[in-house]
């Protein structure tokens, strides 16, 4: 009996033009690192009294369909979880192409996703799923990843694949070494680490939200002023492998809150800002993501 390994698994996704059914073609495989999307549904014990010392059966609960992908930050695969974040992006040039991607649409692409362990063989499709939240961290060594979580309609197990023969995108990593960020244009010193998190609320309101976390050198005074003063300013998170490869995250109006300051003994003081991005006036979004490669579109 075959025994299902990670290191064979693979993944398998396109996007629906209706919301719930699986196209028949168009899929493509996408490199992962692990994944917990799945189905469950849980049991409910009975509450009646009056059946005796023993239980009776259980109760059948809410099925329901989610879960994560980390998948890495790359030149061209990581264009597909972005069009599943913000929706179709805009792309201009010839060579290399700019796909830009931009905050506030109210409708978002939906897509199917085939989870297989060949050995098994198990194939379980995930029909309308959708990116309720993409995250990522940045620090100054270590692998460059992303998590998405999805939120699907159902799943469907199978012993063949329905995906057909998906079709590749060429795998080229960004790195942490390859990472910048800036504020206002201006290259932002004493960095020690930053998380970006950006949520659509699929599951609780329809409004879209950005947050996340960023921890600096306490060497000079530019954040916490600005925390004080409560003014906003464009933070700016970029990875660059060359002109025909680059990725860019643009929060457009970042407010900061006042931190505590903490001498914890005599290592290097750092500070630690939750910050919270909102729509900005100019451009009149909250953020834009900018990928750069050689994809036609997505």
Known sequence: MARAHGARAQMALAFESVYGTAPATGFRTVPFASTSLGSEQPLLASELLGQGRDPVAP?????????????????ENFGLWLKGTFGAPTTTGTTPKTHTFQSGNWTLPSMAIEVAMPEVPRYAMYTGCMVDQLSWQ????????????????????????????????????????????????????????????????????????????????????????????GTPCELEFA????????????AHAVYLPRPR?????PQGIQASFDWQAAKAISPARMCTATLVNTVTGY
């Open 59 to 75: 109760i059948k609960d809410a099925l329901t369909a989610d879960g994560d992908v980390v998948v890495p930050i790359d030149v």
């Open 138 to 229: 940045m620090s100054r060594s270590g692998l460059l990843t992303a998590t998405a979580r999805l939120i699907a309609q159902g799943e469907a197990i199978d012993t063949v694949t329905a995906a057909g023969t998906p079709t590749t995108l060429a795998l080229q990593r960004f790195g942490h070494f390859n990472g910048a960020v800036k504020r206002n244009g201006a290259a932002l010193g004493n960095v020690v680490s930053a998380e970006v998190t950006y949520a659509n609320g699929l599951d609780r309101i329809e409004t879209i939200r950005n947050d996340g976390k960023i921890e600096v050198r306490f060497a000079d005074s530019t954040l916490v002023t600005q925390a004080i003063d």
């Open 239 to 250: 990875w660059s492998l060359g002109a025909n490869a680059s990725f860019t995250f643009t």
């Open 261 to 265: 300051i903490e001498i914890p003994g």
